[in-house]
């Protein structure tokens, strides 16, 4: 059975992607060259600077939801169902890690040549933020943690999480400023500071009332 036409095109750009997400340093001209370009239409402007950090997550799911309908292996044969199996992985963790905002910013500072481990982009590695920043956000963090292991009701916990959200989301914004301004040692250590709010979410998700009126952490 002769390749329609989208097949071929698809498959095309895919392997131009795969040869290249891995190995290339990140220059503009080079398309496909990054998750971005998988996302013609949700990231049309594709990462920054050009683009913005932020993404619209309903967008980029439906987008993602068409890709893997394309993709999926039981519409293709032959040695065409391994190059579909391939590029349905692909897709779907090039949507997994734009999703999510700290895997984005991980994503975006390794298409700049900087590699952040698991450990000090999520649990945080203070040194990484740089000068009396470290200090100050390390007395935040452990501020928030003290908060947390005091709270006597859900009502408390609750307000926290408000409040975590909007640490977060002031993050993300300036990571979209120091993207779009290139400063990526700056968007280095922002990526750091989100990271400890996304573990402060992450045990804040962990905690609830038991019935003494305290409030503890599960497993």
């Given amino acids: 059975m002769n390749a329609s036409p989208f097949r071929h095109r698809f498959f095309q750009a895919f392997h131009r992607y795969a040869s290249t997400a891995s190995t290339a340093p990140y220059k503009e001209s ?13 990231l049309s402007s594709g990462p920054p600077p050009n683009g913005s950090f932020h993404i619209d997550p309903s967008s980029l799911r439906r987008e993602f939801l ?4 394309r993709a999926h292996p039981d519409r293709h044969q032959g040695a065409d169902k391994a190059k579909a199996e391939a590029a349905s992985a692909r897709i779907n963790d090039a949507y997994k890690t734009i999703l999510n905002p ?6 975006l500072l390794s298409l700049r040549g900087v590699e952040m481990g698991e450990d000090e982009s999520i649990a945080g590695s203070p040194s990484a933020v740089g000068g009396d920043m470290d200090t100050e956000l390390l007395m935040e963090v452990m501020e928030v943690r003290e908060d947390i292991e005091a709270a006597q009701s859900r009502a408390e916990i609750e307000e926290m999480k408000a ?10 914004d300036k990571l979209d400023h120091l993207f779009r301004a ?10 750091v500071r989100l990271g400890y709010w996304v573990n ?3 045990a804040l998700d962990g905690w609830e009332k038991v019935g003494d009126g305290r409030v503890s952490e599960h497993d």
């Fill in 30 to 42: 080079i398309r496909p060259q990054s998750h971005y370009d998988l996302f013609p239409s949700s």
């Fill in 66 to 69: 068409q890709l893997q309908a």
């Fill in 102 to 107: 700290l895997a984005r910013a991980r994503y």
């Fill in 163 to 172: 409040a975590n959200e909007e640490r977060k989301r002031a993050s993300e």
């Fill in 182 to 191: 290139r400063d990526i040692e700056a968007a280095r250590g922002e990526t």
């Fill in 200 to 202: 402060v979410g992450t």
